[in-house]
């Protein structure tokens, strides 16, 4: 492990800035493993920035949980002071890594809180805490979650469920509950993306997103969770990579001292870490080049650079602009002091919880099974003739909650559905199959997906389908939008059912609903779960 804190007024000017930086790294221990090497580092290139430069913390992404605890491990015993080791778990370890739990998208909770508010709640609380616990049991110290973006138009690409909800209350009241849960131990949560990003169309890894309305809508939608997340003490706040005309006409949020020091610190009065989203993004990216990006964050009141393209360019920029006047050393010390009370709480802590999932995969069940919709309709019927289990997902070679023995292959295969899996963009290919089929569409907004639905030619295929009488049921795993759509004209008798989550677990609570449990129990060793 690096040494303990020291005065951060023993670093050298480079050395603080660099604390002020955090880059991305894959999950995995070897340079072999690595998914993206044009954000992830060599080994080699890591330590080396680690050591040399100082940095201030990493984010992860790939490798299992338990792989997780050894590389959380080597990239401390790399540096020289403590690092802040991030990851984007908003829906708990196991949506990046696999072992841990893993949740359905946060809107879940907000269908549970129609009903019943109080459980909505609780459930929050429970997903807080969990998501900490297991954070820390593999070495993850900074949570950048939750997202509390207001999530009101349906045709967001990038938040979409990945927020509570789509009303300001709901979202706030969500907000707090998770905040409170994980505050029951030692990490760093931030809420994210100030100011709101859930009334956009454009996807900010993609292009600049513009909010046009007034300064009144904003008080009244997109600000009350940031403000309540202020109020329960959120460590960070991430700023989005939008365009918001009523506060600063020229500038995107991250680059703007109008909306980070005028309108978050000063009027909400947020002393905590700002974190940029990341700086790769094409959102920003368009408007500046990295290293007059790297220094106009800081300028608007940034005290943490998420994954600047090139750290040892921007911290020759940061350098370079406080030697020439264009920032003050005392604008660097502000951020040093935030980051050093911040890596504080989460070093000075007791040992770390061990990971144990039995119980937390049983509060996943009763989310899932709680924000589970049905027909009320007949079950899907036990064919004796071949028919087929169309499984419809965004990209085959991604889709990482699916393989032979998933339940939404095991269980239609056991009522002699026979799998055929197919990328959304090339579904021409299944209207020539005439057989009976249960179709399911795994389907969600997510980053750089660059929609948020269903393609024009998507649904003329699925109406094709259903249309001509085939469809025996309908299964959608991710985005209520699609079954609202669906509702549109789907026969009343025809049996369907839609789950948040996309997991192992949601298919089988899922099918379970709409298959014969009789039937189903007598197959079930057949299936592996």
């Avoid at 938040?159 to 760093?188: C, H, M």
């Avoid at 859930?198 to 403000?227: C, K, Q």
């Avoid at 949601?506 to 299936?527: P, T």
Wanted: net charge negative; hydrophobic share 40%.
């Amino acid at each position: 492990m690096p040494s303990e804190l020291k005065d951060w007024q023993n670093l050298s000017l480079k050395e603080q800035i660099a604390q002020m930086i955090v880059v991305r790294a894959s999950g995995y221990l070897f340079d072999h493993q690595i998914r993206y090497p044009a954000w992830e580092a060599s080994n080699a290139q890591l330590k080396k920035w680690l050591e040399k430069f100082n940095l201030g913390g990493v984010i992860l992404l790939g490798g299992s949980s338990v792989e997780l605890q050894a590389r959380s491990h080597q990239l401390q015993s790399w540096a020289k002071l403590p690092l802040l080791i991030a990851a984007d778990i908003e829906e708990g370890i196991g949506q990046r890594f696999p072992g841990g739990t893993w949740f359905p998208p946060p809107m879940a909770l907000s269908a549970i809180y129609q009903q019943n508010p109080g459980l909505a709640q609780q459930y929050a609380v429970q997903m807080g805490e969990i998501t900490a616990r297991e954070a820390l049991a593999i070495g993850i110290n900074w949570l950048l979650a939750p997202v509390v973006d207001v999530n009101n138009n349906p045709d967001n690409p990038v938040i979409n469920i990945r927020a509570f909800g789509d009303r300001p209350e709901v979202v706030t009241a969500l907000t707090r509950a998770f905040i409170k849960g994980a505050k029951s131990y030692p990490v760093l949560t931030t809420a994210k993306h100030f100011p709101g990003h859930g009334d956009t169309a454009t996807d900010s890894h993609l292009d600049l997103p513009a909010l046009p309305h007034a300064e009144s809508r904003l008080a009244t939608v997109e600000l009350p969770p940031f403000e309540e997340a202020i109020a329960q003490g959120v460590d960070s706040v991430m700023t989005a990579h939008l365009l918001i005309p009523a506060w600063d006409r020229d500038r995107p949020v991250t680059l703007s001292s109008e909306i980070v020091t005028k309108k978050l610190r000063k009027q909400l009065g947020f002393d905590g870490l700002v974190v940029t989203d990341a700086l790769i993004m094409g959102g920003i990216t368009q408007y500046a080049s990295p290293e007059e990006v790297a220094v106009m964050a800081v300028e608007a009141g940034s005290d943490i650079l998420l994954m600047p393209d090139d750290p040892e360019v921007a911290i020759a920029a940061i350098d370079d602009a406080v030697k020439s006047g264009r920032i003050s050393p005392q604008r660097i010390q502000q951020s040093l002091e935030r980051i050093w009370q911040s890596k504080k709480k989460v070093t000075e802590a007791t040992p770390t919880p061990d990971l144990c999932v039995t119980q937390a995969r049983a509060t996943v069940d009763s989310i899932l099974r709680d924000s589970l919709q049905q027909s009320k309709v007949s079950l899907i019927p036990n064919l004796t003739q071949d028919s087929r289990n169309l499984i419809v997902v965004d990209d085959v070679l991604k889709a990482a909650y699916l393989d032979i023995n998933s339940p939404a292959v095991a269980i239609p295969q056991g009522f002699n559905y026979q799998r055929q899996i197919v990328d959304s963009n090339t579904l021409d290919c299944i209207l020539s199959d005439s057989r009976p089929t249960l179709l399911q569409i795994f389907i969600r907004g997510n980053p750089f997906r660059g929609n948020a639905g269903l393609t024009a030619n998507a649904k003329y295929i699925y109406q094709q389908l259903i249309t001509n009488g085939q469809v025996e049921g309908i299964v959608v795993y991710g985005s209520p939008y699609v079954v609202q759509w669906l509702k549109g004209f789907i026969p009343q008798d025809l049996p369907w059912a839609f789950s948040y989550g996309q997991m192992e677990q949601a298919q089988a609570i899922a099918l379970q609903a709409l298959f014969d449990s009789e039937v189903l129990l007598s197959k079930s060793r057949n299936f592996g779960f």
